[in-house]
């Protein structure tokens, strides 16, 4: 079994300070992990994927994510906000070398104050 | 873009009716994903499909059903609707199986009434 837990279901920040979300998992496997954004009425964009290679893992638009095993955790940060990045930010985990069935967390959306 | 291509983007339709979702996979993709995103149920995966067979279901209710044709084309058929249907349905497609990357489309929002 697995699960996605995303610890804040809305975040807030000003433009040009640091991001973080949060997102703790639960998986029976060595899952893979993947953050995906949703921009209003878009469809899901992948920012950035883990899949066992190197922990920290960068993605597009400046997105980071580190994938910390003890902790069950992979957050996703960036350093900089930019009024682009409102959207709604989903964590989603899949186990590994298995058919792939993705499952997502609640979504966090990211507000980005002027 | 994606690549993977949802029709229609909007749906408005009666209780009890029938409607069908279609999604047309990013080229050379075999594998195919339907997806829920409701208000309550969040974002959930319903069924997918490989090469033509279905090969994963997930909480798909039993009036809904999916095919994927020879063209790798798909299609989710939603009938006797329900209000609490209403939702975003996404499709996505990948490679291959085990592949863990996924592409979505833009999604069709069904609105029932």
């Known amino acids: 079994a697995q699960s996605v837990t995303q610890l804040d279901s809305h975040v807030s920040v000003s433009e040009g300070t640091p991001v973080l979300l949060r997102c703790n998992y639960s998986s029976s496997y060595s899952p893979s992990l993947f953050w995906y954004v949703q921009h209003p009425n878009k469809g899901l964009q992948l920012l950035l994927k883990y899949t066992s290679a190197a922990t920290l893992v960068k993605g597009i638009n400046g997105f980071e994510a580190e994938f910390k095993k003890s902790e069950t955790s992979f957050h996703l940060t960036k350093p900089s906000a930019h009024m682009s990045d409102a959207a709604e930010y989903f964590c989603?985990?899949?186990?590994?070398?298995?058919?792939?069935?993705?499952?997502f967390g609640s979504g966090t959306q990211l507000t980005v104050l002027p | 873009d994606s690549g993977v291509t949802q029709t229609p983007k909007h749906l408005i339709t009666a209780t009890g009716q029938r409607v069908t979702l279609r999604c047309s996979p990013r080229?050379?993709?075999?594998?195919v994903y339907w997806y829920q995103q409701s208000l309550d149920q969040g974002l959930q995966f319903l069924i997918q499909?490989?090469?033509?067979?279905?090969?994963a279901k997930g909480n798909i209710l039993e009036r809904f059903s999916a095919q994927q044709f020879p063209d790798l084309h798909s299609e989710l058929n939603l009938s006797s609707l329900e209000l609490g249907d209403s939702a975003l349905y996404f499709c996505?497609?990948?490679?291959?199986?085990?592949?863990?990357?996924?592409?979505f489309g833009q999604g069709t929002r069904l609105t029932v009434v």
């Open positions: 499909y490989y090469n033509g067979e279905e090969r």
């Open positions: 989603v985990v899949t186990p590994s070398g298995s058919a792939r069935q993705l499952t």
């Open positions: 996505a497609s990948s490679p291959e199986v085990g592949n863990t990357e996924a592409f």
């Open positions: 080229s050379g993709d075999l594998s």
